[in-house]
């Protein structure tokens, strides 16, 4: 899984009721600054993170998706409404990027080295094309009332993509119940923001250049979700090739091109996070394309000359420093 992408930045003022809380979960790591009545219960967060991990973590070989994944074909079997809703988003991203998002990628995402099944070495191109017979979201029917999940043919799923903007979601939720004035949640680089930072003013984050060391820019926030998918942070090397976790669902093989991270801004964790990775399948043009036509807010790193060029949909421009 992830880690920690956009670096967050907050100036903690004094006087002010803002407390941190960090941790680890999903193999990756949170970090809140709140302004709560209470104090910020740390049990509560990592309770309700390793809730969503035994639902959803194909790490966790008991979890209710890798108990789904390893049962039979034909059977609606009944799963936590929550996972239901996941998936249903992942499906509903599948249908609008005509399959760029696709939480059916599993067996590749295996394949190309990456989760917890990784294979160690570089596949052959029949082994690909085999692979990519069962990558089709079509393929696993979801239900509401009752909440299942049912295979239709053999299909494995992977929610990394998506799951933990919902995690971020969720301990929104979790703060907006305990009555906290303001927040900024971070966990694997899906940000979610309420009111104002320390001292006042919008929250500032930093999107980190593709060489990790500094930021191209600052988006500031109020209100919001935001997901950030890149390819300079999780992958491997393989005969000096650069393998990217994020995979084309549509061809088999992992994303190779400029367009090294995109953010998104939506309304939900959830959606930045899985509008993140299906742009980063798409590469820069069809990205860009697509963000206009949805009108999504999305910033794109690219990969240029000796640096990195960036540029932004539309619907970007009000988060921009300056802008
Ligand atoms: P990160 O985990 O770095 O935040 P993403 O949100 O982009 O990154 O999710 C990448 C993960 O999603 C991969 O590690 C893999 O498990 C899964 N994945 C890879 N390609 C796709 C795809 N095309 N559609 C959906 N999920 C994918
Ligand atoms: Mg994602």
Redesign the pocket.
């Known amino acids: ?3 920690l ?1 956009a670096a967050t930045f907050a100036v903690m003022s004094a006087g002010c009721g803002f407390e941190r809380a960090t941790g680890n979960a999903m193999g990756t790591t949170y970090s809140i600054q709140a302004d709560c009545p209470g104090s910020l219960a740390n049990d509560r967060i990592d309770a309700e993170l390793a809730r969503l991990s035994a639902l959803m973590s ?1 790490y966790d070989a008991n979890s209710e998706l890798s108990r789904f994944n390893r049962g039979p074909i034909g059977v609606a079997r009944p799963v936590s409404p929550e996972l239901v809703d996941v998936v249903d988003a ?1 499906f509903v991203v599948s249908e609008q990027t005509r399959g ?4 059916t ?2 067996p ?2 295996a394949l190309w080295g ?2 917890a099944d990784a294979a160690r070495r570089v596949p052959v191109d029949k082994e690909v094309a085999q692979a990519l017979r069962s990558v089709d979201y079509r393929r696993v029917a979801h239900n509401r009332d009752p909440p299942t999940l049912e295979k239709l043919r053999p299909a494995t799923l ?1 929610l ?3 799951a ?2 919902f995690a971020v979601d969720r301990l929104a939720g979790l703060l907006d119940d305990a009555r906290c004035r303001a927040y900024l949640i971070e966990f ?3 940000i979610r923001t309420r009111a104002n930072a320390p001292g006042g003013g919008p929250w500032r984050v930093g999107v980190e250049s593709p060489s990790g060391q500094d930021n191209v820019t600052t988006l500031l926030f109020e209100t919001d979700a935001l ?4 390819d300079y ?2 992958y491997r090397e393989s005969d000096g090739v650069r393998v990217s ?5 549509r061809t088999g093989y992992p994303v190779r091109h400029r367009l090294a991270s995109v953010t998104v801004v939506a309304d939900t964790a959830m959606m930045a ?2 509008y ?3 742009m ?2 798409m590469g820069e043009v069809e990205a860009r394309g697509f963000a206009g036509e949805m009108g999504l807010a999305a910033l794109f790193v690219v990969r240029a000359d000796g640096g990195f060029e960036m540029f932004h949909s539309p619907a970007m421009v009000p988060y921009l420093e300056g802008g």
């Open positions: 899984m992830a880690v992408w194909t992942a760029a998002f696709d939480a990628v599993a590749l995402v990456f989760g992977d990394s993509g998506i933990k903007g694997g680089g899906e997901a950030t998918s890149g942070r999780q976790h994020v995979i084309d669902p996070d899985a993140a990775t299906a980063l399948v």
